[in-house]
């Protein structure tokens, strides 16, 4: 099963929310597919580092393969 959880689509890239008062909030988004599911979409401050990127994946794997065990 880990062969069909693996990353198929991955898109990065950075956006602004706009606020209540006025003010931006600077963010990068993340859009990406795992094997044939998604797309799932996290968004993080400014400044992700690869290594927050990688876990919200692994976090959305392991999800699915516990969904997977049901």
């Known amino acids: 099963m ?10 990065q890239y950075d956006d602004v929310i706009m606020l209540v008062d006025g003010k931006v909030r600077e963010i990068t988004r993340l859009r990406f597919f795992i094997g044939d599911h998604g797309p799932f979409e996290r968004v ?3 400044g992700v580092s690869s290594t927050e990127i990688e876990q919200a994946i692994r976090d959305q794997r392991d999800a699915l393969q516990r969904l997977a065990q049901l």
Do not use: G
């Open 2 to 11: 880990t062969d069909e959880l693996k990353v198929t689509s991955l898109r």
């Open 44 to 46: 993080f401050d400014r």
